[in-house]
């Protein structure tokens, strides 16, 4: 019986290991573009300040969680919604996309 519980602490422990782990994984803002999917910089930097701005961190050109789970379709809408409202670069350019299926997310290692 002992055994069970050892097995199962561990079990435990190592599953919180991985959802900690992927809280912090880096993501990104794509765009569909003559039938790619791109990597928007811009657009991954605004998404990560306006939408996380305690707890989104922009740096090497992904946007890390600090204290917020940042994968999944959370990501992937606020992308879309922000997107398709437009956004302000470091510039100043004003950028905006009309066709929310050519919007997505990644992982900071690709699109």
């Not at 790619?36 to 990560?48: H, N």
């Not at 204290?67 to 379709?73: V, W």
Request: proline fraction near 1%; charged fraction near 15%.
């Amino acid at each position: 019986m002992h055994f069970i519980k050892v097995l199962e602490a561990l079990a435990i422990l190592s599953t919180s290991a991985i959802v900690s782990a992927s809280r912090h994984n880096g993501l990104v803002c794509c765009v569909l573009s003559s039938g790619k999917w791109q990597y928007v910089a811009t657009l991954t930097k605004a998404v990560c300040q306006y939408n996380y701005p305690a707890d989104g961190e922009f740096r090497n050109n992904a946007c890390y969680g600090v204290h917020t789970e940042l994968d999944g379709k959370d990501f992937w809408n606020n992308c879309k919604d922000t997107g398709l409202a437009g956004w302000t670069d470091s510039d100043g350019g004003f950028h905006k996309l009309y066709n929310k299926d050519n919007i997505g997310s990644g992982t900071n290692t690709g699109c």
